[in-house]
């Protein structure tokens, strides 16, 4: 299976801070990579596909990139709804898998 | 788009137990659907994912849960299932289900499954 780790696991952050979160491939998975977010207590979001393509309804604050093995989350300006946990998810081959989560803190 | 899963609850360990997951606002037929869980306090897991038809409903699972979850789908009602069979302790978890492709796109809000004695 293809691992998928994160980093770092916490972020502490202030609201308007920008803030990136990297994922790393254990092989080649080109760009079939998705972001989701996921608040305590409720199911996961989808926030980007194909490693860089906006879900539709997402705020543009969040911008994704990479291919390959490395990609990376970026939220522009953070607001008091993004305190939350991110994962990425790789979907070039089966087994499916997810990194391990970040999670976004107020500083 | 909704889907609403149910079935959870208390099991004993060796047991089984089925979920399902009922969708409204979308042509099921047309998408694929996946399983995925979350045990208490950990990460997000993928189980199980089921093609549409015109793929010959074919099926994916992860190798712990291969041989014991059966995923199904029944296009005429637009509800998926996930039949769960020699239920562990480490089965533990919340189970979501939600549209499959590749991604996962739109996710239930999930039912609780704890598997203990």
């Known amino acids: 299976d293809i691992q998928m780790t994160q980093s770092p696991s916490t972020l502490s952050a202030s609201v308007g801070d920008r803030v990136t979160i990297t994922c790393r491939a254990s092989q080649s998975i080109s760009s079939w990579l998705a972001w989701y977010q996921q608040r305590p207590g409720k199911a996961p979001k989808l926030l980007i596909y194909?490693?860089?393509t906006l879900e539709s309804g997402v705020p543009s604050r969040f911008s994704g990139s990479g291919s390959g093995t490395e990609f990376t989350l970026t939220i522009s300006s953070l607001q008091p709804d993004d305190f939350a946990t991110y994962y990425c998810?790789?979907?070039?081959?089966?087994?499916?898998?997810f990194g391990q989560g970040t999670k976004l803190e107020i500083k | 788009v909704q889907l609403v899963e149910s079935g959870g609850g208390l099991v004993q360990p060796g047991r089984s137990l089925r979920l399902s997951c009922t969708t409204s606002?979308?042509?099921?037929?047309?998408?694929?659907m996946c399983w995925v869980r979350q045990a208490p306090g950990k990460g997000l897991e993928w189980i199980s994912f089921?093609?549409?038809?015109?793929?010959?409903?074919?099926?994916e699972s992860a190798a712990s849960v291969k041989g014991r979850f059966t995923i199904s789908r029944d296009d005429s009602r637009g509800i998926a299932y996930l039949q769960m069979n020699s239920l562990k302790t480490d089965d533990t978890a919340m189970y979501y289900c939600s549209t499959c492709s590749g991604s996962f796109d739109s996710w239930g809000q999930g039912t609780l499954v704890t598997v203990s004695s």
């Open positions: 998810q790789q979907y070039h081959s089966f087994s499916y898998t």
């Open positions: 194909k490693a860089s």
């Open positions: 606002g979308i042509n099921f037929r047309d998408y694929g």
């Open positions: 089921i093609r549409r038809k015109d793929f010959a409903e074919t099926t």
